[in-house]
């Protein structure tokens, strides 16, 4: 488990949402597509974004 500073933590979050949103441009709208991560990728509402 990683320990971080709150302003760490959320500027992670920032990070790999925006890595999604970079996904989700060059994916076609009528693919159905898995995400499938570990469990150390939590954040409160991030499982929401993607």
């Known amino acids: 488990m990683q320990v971080g ?3 760490e933590l959320r500027e ?3 990070k790999v949402i925006e890595i999604f949103s ?4 060059s994916i076609p709208g009528d693919w159905f597509v898995i995400v499938t991560t570990e469990r150390g990728l ?3 509402g991030l499982d ?3």
């Open 12 to 14: 992670w979050t920032r």
């Open 22 to 25: 970079y996904v989700s441009q």
């Open 42 to 44: 939590y954040a409160d």
């Open 5 to 7: 500073k709150s302003e």
């Open 48 to 50: 929401n974004k993607i």
